[in-house]
C-alpha cells in the first residue's frame, strides 16, 4: 500500500507520530508537509523530537487567508500525487491542509482516509467546522475517535466505511507522556517551584476579534495566578497590533516542543485554553480544563465534567480559574491506545478487497 500522509500543523504532527509509524512497518508512505506551521518551534521541533520521518516534500505555504492558503495547497498538492501515484491518500482533522489534501484526492478518484471523523462544534463560522464537514462528506474511510462523532455522522447520513477506532492522540499520550518524563527539561529552566495555570491561545475567533482577546488577556492579568501561557505567532501578532498589556502575573515563553508542552500540562494545577487538541490532553492527563471557546467538538469531556467552556467572559475565566474542579471520575471515551494499528489494518485489508 502506498500512502500519501498530507500534513501541515501541530496537532496532525503529534498524530502522526504514531500513525505513521504503523503505516511504514509494512507499507511505503509520502509525506506531504504543506508549511501551513511554518515556525520552527510549530514545526520542525515536532518531527524531530517525535522521530516523525522528514517529509518527503515541504511545500512552504506559509499563512495567508483561506482562499490563498487552501489553494495553494490545492495546486501543489494534485502536482505530488500525479506524480507520487498513491493507493490513498490520508488526512487528519479539520485544518486547511486537511481539506486542500482531501478536495486533491477526491478530483483525481484517489480514496481518502479522514482521520477524525464525525467531529462537530455545529459552530459553520469556523472554518474548522467547514474544513471538517466538507472533507468527511467526499472521504472514502472515516475514522471515528468516539460514539459520539460515529452518531454525528450518521445523522448527516454517512454510515459506509465509518469505523470507531479510538483517538490517536491518546495513543501518542501514552507513549509520549512517559519520554516527556526522562526528555523534558522545561520545569527547571522556567524555574517553576510552585502552582500554576498554563495557558493557550490561538483560534482566529479569539485571536483575530479585539474585544474577545481583550477580555481573555484581562481575565489572565486580573486571575492572581501564576499563568505561563505559550504564545503562538498570531496571538502575539494581535497582542501587539491591539496594543494589550500582560501583567507581571503572566509568563510568556516561546511556543514550544510537544514533550515540552506534556510536562508543562502534567504539572499544570489547571488548563485554560482554546484548543481541541489541547482539551483532550488535560483530559488524558486529569487536569481540570477551562475552553475559551462558546462550543466544542469534544463535548465528552464537558459531559464527564471536566471542560467548562466560558467564551472570552472574563467575569466566568476569573471565576473558573479559582472556583472549577470536576466533579466525577473520568470515563474512557477514547478508547485503549490502540487506534493506530486499527486505521492501518483497516486500510490494508479495505485497499486488498477494493482490489
Not at 492558503?69 to 495546486?75: D, P, V, Y
Not at 491518500?89 to 484526492?105: H, K, M, P, W
Request: net charge positive; aromatic share 8%; charged share 25%.
Amino acid at each position: 500500500m502506498r500512502v500519501s500522509t498530507i500534513l501541515g500543523a501541530r496537532p496532525q504532527f503529534i498524530k502522526a507520530a504514531v500513525v505513521s509509524k504503523k503505516i511504514r512497518e509494512k507499507n511505503k508512505e509520502i509525506i506531504i508537509h504543506t508549511g501551513q506551521h511554518y515556525d520552527d518551534n510549530m514545526s520542525k521541533i515536532f518531527f524531530d523530537e517525535l522521530e516523525i520521518p522528514k517529509p518527503d516534500y515541504n511545500l512552504n505555504i506559509g499563512s495567508g487567508y483561506h482562499g490563498f492558503q487552501t489553494g495553494n495547497m490545492l495546486i501543489k498538492i494534485e502536482d505530488i500525487l500525479l506524480k507520487e501515484k498513491p493507493d490513498i491518500v490520508l488526512v487528519y482533522g479539520d485544518t486547511n491542509s486537511t481539506i486542500a489534501g482531501a478536495l486533491a484526492a477526491s478530483k483525481l478518484l484517489i480514496p481518502i482516509a479522514h482521520i477524525e471523523a464525525g467531529l462537530r462544534s455545529f459552530n459553520k463560522n469556523m472554518p474548522e467546522e467547514q474544513n471538517r464537514i466538507l472533507t468527511d462528506h467526499i472521504s472514502d474511510y472515516l475514522f471515528a475517535p468516539t460514539e459520539t462523532s460515529e452518531i454525528n455522522l450518521k445523522k448527516e447520513g454517512i454510515s459506509r466505511n465509518v469505523f470507531k477506532i479510538g483517538d490517536v492522540m491518546y495513543d501518542g499520550i501514552l507513549h509520549f507522556s512517559k519520554l516527556a518524563s526522562v526528555k523534558s527539561m522545561i520545569i527547571s529552566r522556567l524555574n517553576i517551584r510552585d502552582k500554576y495555570i498554563l495557558a493557550t491561545i490561538h483560534r482566529a475567533e479569539n485571536t483575530n476579534d479585539i474585544s474577545k482577546l481583550k477580555n481573555i488577556v484581562q481575565a489572565l492579568n486580573e486571575s492572581g495566578k501564576r499563568i505561563i501561557l505559550p504564545l503562538h505567532p498570531r496571538t502575539q501578532k494581535y497582542i501587539s497590533q491591539y496594543n494589550l498589556k500582560i501583567s507581571s502575573n503572566v509568563s510568556i515563553i516561546h511556543p514550544i516542543g510537544y514533550l515540552d508542552m506534556l510536562m508543562l500540562e502534567k504539572n499544570a494545577e489547571k488548563i485554560l485554553t482554546d484548543s481541541g487538541g489541547v482539551q483532550k490532553e488535560a483530559f488524558f492527563l486529569g487536569k481540570p480544563c477551562i475552553t475559551l471557546r462558546e462550543e466544542t467538538e469534544w463535548i465528552e469531556t464537558v459531559n464527564n465534567g471536566w471542560n467548562i467552556l466560558v467564551g472570552s467572559n472574563a467575569k466566568k475565566i476569573i471565576q473558573s480559574i479559582n472556583e472549577f474542579l470536576p466533579q466525577k471520575e473520568r470515563k474512557n471515551y477514547f478508547g485503549n491506545g490502540d487506534a493506530a494499528d486499527k486505521i492501518v489494518n483497516i486500510l490494508n485489508k479495505g485497499l486488498f478487497i477494493n482490489k
